[in-house]
Each structure stands twice: as structure tokens, then as C-alpha cells.
């Protein structure tokens, strides 16, 4: 289970609830809206190693020299994992060329949105530069967090096959985009590594609110 955080006390809270993976977010920025890089280092110390942590860099532009700087500087910040965004569809492979330096010694997922390339065949055909640029993995998530959720747009036979496929590859598969705790029976049928949540975890289920424990306990124990 990964849980998307965007305080110090909500990273507490989600540890405290067991979660396999804290991921540093601010949702009021978009579906990857990156928290400053002093609050994350300040989370980073707090967890102290507690529990995999991971960062997103930001909705930003698919430009490589931006996308390779953002990425620099949230490894600087030491967590475990960063998140980046593979929007759209075009300059992917000059920002993995650009991202390859970093690749060899830090763990980066690339984060697909199934709402901007509802195609699978085309999402199918980009897993191998992926895994050929040395990513730790790959996930699939919900540009927009307003018009539905991660099964409205793929079924659960086609992210089975982008599990499988990205998996084979050996790459880390995860699933998110807006998934309530009624879509997790039926997600894991595609036998993803984990399942990502934030709104679902929230007050009102809005994800620009504050976590709810009792929701993230419960979901936590629905996946375990
Ligand atoms: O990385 C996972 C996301 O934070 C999921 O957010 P969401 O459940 O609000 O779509």
C-alpha cells in the first residue's frame, strides 16, 4: 500500500498505520504536486528509515533538462524512491536518455496516467524503454482527479496485462488514479506490487484534505 502524505503529521499518521510505502506529495498542486524539498528532508528524518519513502517532482513539462534537474534535486532530498510524470505522449525518450545518470543509483518510478493515453497497446510498447533506462518501476495513475478513477478507463483484464507485461521486465508495478476502497477487490485481480491512494484516504474523500486514521487503517487492512 502506498499512501500519498503532504505533512510531517500525515507522514505519522501513515506510518503509524503500517503502510508500505509514504509517498511525499502536495495534492493541491496536481495528480504529482511536489512538496518543497525542505519539508520533505524534514519527513525524511522523521521517518528515519521506518518505512520506504518516496517524492514526486511536480506535474511538470516532459523537458529533459527540467525533468532531469527537479529529479536531481529530490534525490538530494534522500528518500527512497522518486516519482516522476510521464505526461502526454511526446519527448519521453529524451527525458529517460536524460534521466539515465540518475537511474544507476537511485530508485525512479515512472508514473503513466491512463487517462491521457487510454490506449494500452501504446502504453504496453513504452514499459520496455523503462526498464532498458534502468527504472526501479512503473505506475499507473489519474491525471485528472476530477473525472473518474483508474477503472474508468482500463479494465482489470487490460492492467493485468501492464502488470504482467511490466513485470516481466522487472519492474515494480503499481496501480493508483482515484481508487476507492469498493475498486480494491477487483484491482487486485491484476496482482500489482502495491495499490496507491490519497483521496480515498481523506476527510470526505477529497484528497486536498487532511487524512483520515481511521481510513487509512482501514484500507491498509482491506489490502492485508
Ligand atoms: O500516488 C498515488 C496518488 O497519490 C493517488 O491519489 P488519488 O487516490 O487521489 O488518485
Known amino acids: 500500500m502506498l499512501a500519498s502524505?503532504?505533512?510531517?503529521?500525515?507522514?505519522?499518521?501513515?506510518l503509524e498505520a503500517g503502510v508500505d510505502m509514504i509517498d511525499l506529495k502536495n495534492p493541491a498542486l496536481?495528480?504529482?504536486?511536489?512538496?518543497?524539498h525542505a519539508l520533505v528532508k524534514e519527513i525524511v528524518l522523521t521517518i528515519n528509515q521506518r518505512s520506504a519513502v518516496s517524492a514526486t517532482i511536480g506535474d511538470l513539462p516532459m523537458d529533459p533538462d527540467i525533468i532531469f534537474e527537479a529529479s536531481s534535486a529530490m534525490i538530494a532530498t534522500g528518500v527512497?524512491?522518486?516519482?516522476?510524470?510521464?505526461?502526454g505522449r511526446d519527448h519521453h525518450t529524451e527525458c529517460l536518455k536524460a534521466l539515465k545518470p540518475l537511474s544507476t543509483h537511485n530508485k525512479l518510478i515512472a508514473v503513466l496516467f491512463s487517462d491521457e493515453q487510454p490506449k494500452l497497446n501504446l502504453m504496453l510498447d513504452s514499459l520496455a524503454l523503462f526498464a532498458n533506462a534502468g527504472?526501479?518501476?512503473?505506475?499507473?495513475?489519474?491525471?485528472?482527479k476530477t473525472n473518474g478513477h483508474l477503472l474508468s478507463y482500463l479494465d482489470v483484464d487490460q492492467l493485468a496485462?501492464?502488470?504482467r507485461q511490466s513485470k516481466m521486465l522487472g519492474l515494480i508495478t503499481g496501480l493508483a488514479g482515484s481508487i476507492q476502497a469498493e475498486h480494491i477487490n477487483q484491482l487486485l485481480i491484476a496482482d500489482p506490487s502495491y495499490l496507491g491512494f490519497r483521496g480515498a484516504l481523506c476527510e470526505q474523500n477529497q484528497r486536498v484534505f487532511g487524512l483520515d486514521i481511521s481510513k487509512v487503517k482501514r484500507i491498509k487492512n482491506q489490502l492485508h
Do not use: C, P, Q, R
Open 5 to 14: 502524505v503532504a505533512s510531517v503529521e500525515e507522514a505519522l499518521i501513515a
Open 30 to 36: 496536481g495528480a504529482l504536486g511536489a512538496l518543497n
Open 80 to 87: 527512497d524512491i522518486v516519482k516522476i510524470g510521464f505526461f
Open 135 to 144: 527504472f526501479y518501476g512503473v505506475m499507473l495513475d489519474t491525471a485528472d
Open 161 to 163: 496485462e501492464f502488470v
